[in-house]
């Protein structure tokens, strides 16, 4: 239960920061469409694109998308909690949280954009440094959010 709790307030700290970002500055973060159309062709043995935003759309992509984005931001707290024991939600500290979050960058780097067309840390994407960098903040804003859900709960056990 705790980690769906931090799971979901860390994943709601970084959707919170990307429409920050996109309205601030202008920076469009990853639609989770394209997750759920990378999720959605499982089923018919499709696991890497050329291109994924080539590829055909399937129906509830979206829907798909930002069930897996919560999903996956719970599996990681949950290893949060696996790592620093469910002892930890008492009195909660900020390092396990950061160093989960960025590693959890290997994700995206390793995984997600290299079965979506867009090469290991996306090094075929037309500016791969900003894309790192943006995996970066991103994964180190969930960190952040982590650490910040895993604090309020800790008012409540």
């Known amino acids: 239960m705790y980690s769906i709790i931090i ?30 159309r990378w999720i959605g062709n499982f089923k018919n043995g499709i696991f890497a694109h050329q291109n994924i935003l080539q590829s055909e ?11 897996s984005h919560y999903a996956i ?4 707290a949950f290893l949060l909690l696996l790592i620093c024991g469910i002892d930890w939600v008492k009195n909660p500290t900020f390092l396990p949280c950061i160093a989960i ?42 960190g952040l959010g982590l650490y910040l859900a895993a604090l309020g709960l800790s008012f409540l056990v």
């Open 7 to 36: 799971g979901v307030g860390a994943t709601i700290f970084m959707d919170l920061y990307a429409v920050f970002i996109k309205r601030v500055f202008n920076i469009q973060s990853l639609d989770f469409a394209i997750v759920g």
């Open 101 to 142: 979050g960025l590693a959890t960058t290997i994700a995206p780097w390793f995984l997600m954009q290299p079965a979506f067309g867009f090469g290991i840390a996306a090094s075929k994407t037309p500016n791969p440094n900003l894309s790192r960098l943006r995996s970066l903040q991103t994964h180190f804003i969930y």
């Open 73 to 76: 931001g719970i599996s990681f």
């Open 57 to 67: 759309k399937i129906k509830g992509e979206r829907a798909i998308g930002w069930i």
